[in-house]
């Protein structure tokens, strides 16, 4: 059972900076690309970014391109998401997520989730 766990969730200022990272047992950790996203009070879950296997593509959401950049060690299992220029509508409950099949990067087909870590933009 792979299991992700989310950290460095809180409060920020509106155009503060924030990460947030995930922590993965995965034995099999650099075969997966690896996903973020968030829920907004209210609204769905949405895609933010993702990192293939070896980090050498990345996925954006249109939202977020130029604020926030993904990155992964592969050696530590863990996955982060540096947010920048942070905002209100970056506000919500931030995901990391596990894609469903190896050596594929996209912005949908994600199978194993954390429980999410508060992002909060306010002043």
């Known amino acids: 059972q792979v299991q992700l766990t989310e950290s460095g969730g809180g409060l920020v200022q509106p155009g503060g900076s924030l990460r947030v990272s995930c922590a993965a047992s995965?034995?099999?950790?650099?075969?997966?690309?690896m996903g973020w996203f968030r829920q907004a009070p209210g609204k769905g879950r949405e895609f933010v970014a993702a990192?293939?296997?070896?980090?050498?593509?990345?996925l954006y959401a249109r939202s977020v391109e130029g604020r926030f950049t993904i990155s992964r060690d592969n050696a530590k299992n863990t996955v982060d998401l540096q947010m920048k220029n942070l905002n209100s509508d970056d506000t919500g409950v931030y995901y990391c997520?596990?894609?469903?099949?190896?050596?594929?990067?996209?912005?949908?087909?994600?199978?194993?989730w954390g429980q999410g870590t508060q992002v909060t933009v306010s002043s």
């Open positions: 990192i293939s296997w070896q980090g050498s593509n990345t």
């Open positions: 997520a596990r894609a469903r099949e190896q050596f594929v990067l996209d912005r949908v087909a994600y199978d194993y």
């Open positions: 995965e034995r099999a950790f650099s075969t997966y690309s």
